[in-house]
């Protein structure tokens, strides 16, 4: 029983040891950013990786290496490609 016990033990440090490693060695780091541009009407955002904004033109910005557009005119976002 008390052998059972240390295995068990024993197999549980490996797997927590070898998830720290995984951790340490390739971490998850996600940014974003948020870019507001002011319009007549109102206000257009942007979230991704990058953004920049223009007021009374619209805001830009990438994400997942597609650039998103909104204008101030266009009520819709673009994707450039």
């Known amino acids: 029983?008390?052998?059972?016990?240390?295995v068990s033990a024993l197999v549980f440090?490996?797997?927590?040891?070898?998830?720290?490693?995984?951790?340490?060695?390739?971490p998850l780091t996600v940014y974003a950013a948020t870019c507001t541009a002011?319009?007549?009407a109102g206000s257009v955002s942007c979230t991704g990786d990058?953004?920049?904004?223009?007021?009374?033109?619209?805001?830009?910005?990438?994400?997942g290496g597609k650039v998103r557009e909104k204008k101030c005119d266009?009520?819709?976002?673009?994707?450039?490609?």
Not at 1 to 6: C, E, F, Y
Not at 13 to 26: D, N, P, Q, R
Not at 74 to 81: C, D, F, H, T
């Open 1 to 6: 029983m008390k052998k059972t016990a240390l």
């Open 13 to 26: 440090c490996a797997g927590l040891f070898v998830a720290t490693l995984m951790v340490l060695i390739k």
């Open 50 to 63: 990058e953004c920049s904004a223009t007021d009374g033109v619209g805001c830009k910005s990438t994400s």
């Open 38 to 40: 002011q319009c007549q």
């Open 74 to 81: 266009v009520a819709e976002e673009l994707i450039l490609e």
